[in-house]
Antibody
Framework: QVQLQESGPGVVRPSETLSLTCDVS?????????WGWTRQPPGKGPEWIGS???????YYNPSLQSRASISVDTSKNQFSLKLYSVTAADTAVYYC??????????????WGQGKLVTVFS | DIVMTQSPDSLAVSLGERATINCKSSQSVLFSSNNKNYLAWYQQRPGQPPKLLIY???TRESGVPDRFSGSGSGTDFTLTISSLQVEDVAVYYC?????????FGQGTRLEIK
């Protein structure tokens, strides 16, 4: 059974860096899937952030590409998100997920429970 | 980017009745080389992450009850719940994965009348 769990600070100050980690259990992160991050501002729909393969190959939402970085640590079976220069607009629940790539895009079949991150001074 | 627009924004249906949710994309998500629609549906119950229901516009994910069905092609899609159950109360989202700029609809809130 694939399980994902997000961890990291729940409050980040404006202009600083949001850092989250996703621990994957029950499945090897090197087993041929992409691993992604999606966020959901309070009361709004999901917004895909980006996805990474265990080799480090990654791709991002064009609107966030300049500020987002997703990396993988295969030794710990986890992957991470960094979002730089945050503002209040980055306040959201952040989800990690296992992604299935089809062509250029992907769908997410397993999700973590989500981590609320508030940008607040 | 491809804009996904759902209708209605909210819907109230009696238990056992049919619920229909629509999703329209600003450009076609039908890939001509394989004749597949790059369209998925998710269910999000309160306080929970999204759950994948349907992909390729009409293929049910493993374990999803057969009262859920998806249809449509090109730019117009529909999610149908044939007989509404209490556990179906949720927000439903469509998502296109036609290109790397993945986008979701704004969501449709489904309640019991």
């Amino acid at each position: 059974q694939v399980q994902l769990q997000e961890s990291g600070p729940g409050v980040v100050r404006p202009s600083e860096t949001l850092s989250l980690t996703c621990d994957v259990s029950g499945f090897s992160i090197t087993s041929g899937y992409y691993w992604g991050w999606t966020r959901q501002p309070p009361g709004k729909g999901p917004e895909w952030i980006g996805s990474v393969f265990y080799t480090g190959d990654s791709y991002y939402n064009p609107s966030l590409q300049s500020r987002a970085s997703i990396s993988v640590d295969t030794s710990k079976n986890q992957f991470s998100l960094k979002l730089y220069s945050v503002t209040a607009a980055d306040t959201a629940v952040y989800y990690c997920a296992r992604d299935i790539i089809y062509g250029s895009g992907d769908i997410a079949d397993y999700w973590g429970q989500g981590k609320l991150v508030t940008v607040f001074s | 980017d491809i804009v996904m627009t759902q209708s209605p924004d909210s819907l109230a249906v009696s238990l056992g009745e049919r619920a229909t949710i629509n999703c329209k994309s600003s450009q076609s998500v039908l890939f001509s080389s394989n004749n597949k629609n790059y369209l998925a549906w998710y269910q999000q119950r309160p306080g929970q992450p999204p759950k994948l229901l349907i992909y390729w516009a009409s293929t049910r994910e493993s374990g999803v009850p057969d009262r859920f069905s998806g249809s449509g092609s090109g730019t117009d899609f529909t999610l149908t719940i044939s007989s509404l159950q209490v556990e179906d109360v949720a927000v439903y989202y469509c998502q296109q994965y036609y290109n790397t700029d993945i986008t979701f609809g704004q969501g449709t809130r489904l309640e019991i009348k």
